[in-house]
């Protein structure tokens, strides 16, 4: 019998997302770049970005190459990043750390929900994790320069 936990994983919603990528084109042409590597599970994440005056998203794109649970978190905050600073994002990677480390309520970003039935899975926290990770270096390269 297969573990109940492991089949609402990859739920036709956490899939769904994973399609959702294909609205966030990476162009070489961002202005702020990153790439983020997990080191449990091998996925990489490039994330685009450029800002306004103020230092907030603009726009994003992704290049990305992780397994469902990645893609999916990926699609999650790329499709409430534009507004965002660098501060948002650093505070949401926290509550996602948080979280997984059953430290802290799942964190209040839109959409975040269909990432629940990840969290037992320490295998995939990597990979969940990426896209912020990707995103906060990408924007964090700009606060380094000026």
């Known amino acids: 019998m297969a573990d109940p936990a492991s089949t609402k994983l990859y739920s036709p919603q956490l899939l769904a997302l994973s399609a959702s990528l294909a609205n966030y084109p990476f162009d070489p042409a961002f202005i702020h770049r990153a790439e983020a590597r997990s080191r449990t ?13 103020d230092g907030r998203v603009t726009r994003i794109g992704l290049q990305v190459s992780a397994c469902a649970v990645g893609q999916s978190s990926a699609g999650i905050m790329a499709g409430q990043i534009v507004g965002k600073s660098v501060d948002d994002l650093r505070e949401v ?18 959409g975040f929900n ?6 037992p899975h320490s295998g995939r926290h990597g990979a969940l994790l990426l896209p912020w990770k990707a995103a906060l270096a990408a924007l964090s390269s700009r606060d380094a320069s000026g």
Do not use: V
């Open 41 to 53: 599970c091998g996925s990489t994440i490039i994330a685009g970005l450029d800002t306004a005056g």
């Open 114 to 119: 269909a990432l629940a039935a990840a969290q």
């Open 93 to 110: 990677l926290r509550e996602i750390e948080d979280w997984l480390g059953d430290a802290g309520p799942i964190p209040d970003w839109p």
